[in-house]
């Protein structure tokens, strides 16, 4: 996999080509978002930024969506939130070889649906192995998910961890198989599944990228993490 990494990287407002990257690095990472947040974070002028927002709009990779209403509505425009259409996450790394997709269409025909399944199973086994011990010593369900979160994001996920309402929401910018997983949702079921067992409770997957949504979305209940034949610690 692709390591994307999560740190956003200041450029000179005079290098156009590097200063649009961070700015879609962060629209990335963080998007949805305004332009004036991008603005406040790369140290650069709202003009400059939305003149770099306008030009990946153009360019079909990016699209703005406006904010939600709250409470009655003052005049002038309303704010614009910017994220990265998939085109735009192609620039980092979003792109796929057909050989994948050949291959497990190959797999299915020859072994059928539950082929697929233990080849997705065995893909995320070396992701749970590589990272289950940095998880599970969180003490609570708020730092399993940011840690969930960081070593997603050491595997090219760009992911990030918040707390929302009664739970953590997990949210992955990027998919490193968003286009093989649109045609094997196998892929996505066993990521949810180790996620689950992971963090030690019941997770829900609200959005992915290979369905068409922006983000790849999860919510994560704070509930008392349940060892394996104990009682909630």
């Not at 309402?165 to 990027?174: I, K």
């Amino acid at each position: 996999m692709k390591n994307v990494g999560s740190d956003s990287t200041v450029v000179p407002s005079g290098h156009d080509g590097r200063t649009r990257h961070a700015v879609a690095r962060l629209l990335l990472e963080q998007g949805p978002v305004t332009a004036a947040s991008v603005a406040e974070q790369l140290g650069l002028s709202p003009t400059a930024v939305r003149r770099h927002i306008d030009a990946l709009v153009a360019d079909g990779e990016a699209t703005s969506r406006e904010a939600p209403r709250l409470g009655q509505r003052g005049r002038g425009r309303p704010a614009k939130f910017f994220l990265l259409t998939e085109q735009g996450r192609a620039r980092f790394g979003h792109a796929y070889d057909d050989l994948a997709v050949a291959a497990l269409r190959f797999l299915a025909e020859q072994g059928g649906e539950e082929a697929v399944r233990t080849f997705a199973e065995r893909r995320v086994s070396a992701f749970v192995d590589q990272h289950r011990a940095a998880i599970v010593a969180q003490p609570d369900a708020a730092a399993r998910a940011k840690a969930l979160a960081v070593a997603l994001t050491r595997e090219g996920y760009a992911a990030s961890a918040r707390h929302v309402g009664a739970g953590e929401q997990l949210c992955q910018h990027l998919c490193p198989v968003a286009h093989v997983a649109a045609e094997f949702p196998q892929l996505c079921e066993t990521e949810t599944a180790a996620f689950a067992d992971l963090l030690g409770t019941h997770v829900q997957r609200l959005a992915t990228i290979a369905r068409g949504d922006a983000v790849c979305t999860t919510h994560i209940p704070n509930t008392p993490r349940i060892p394996d034949g104990g009682e909630p610690a």
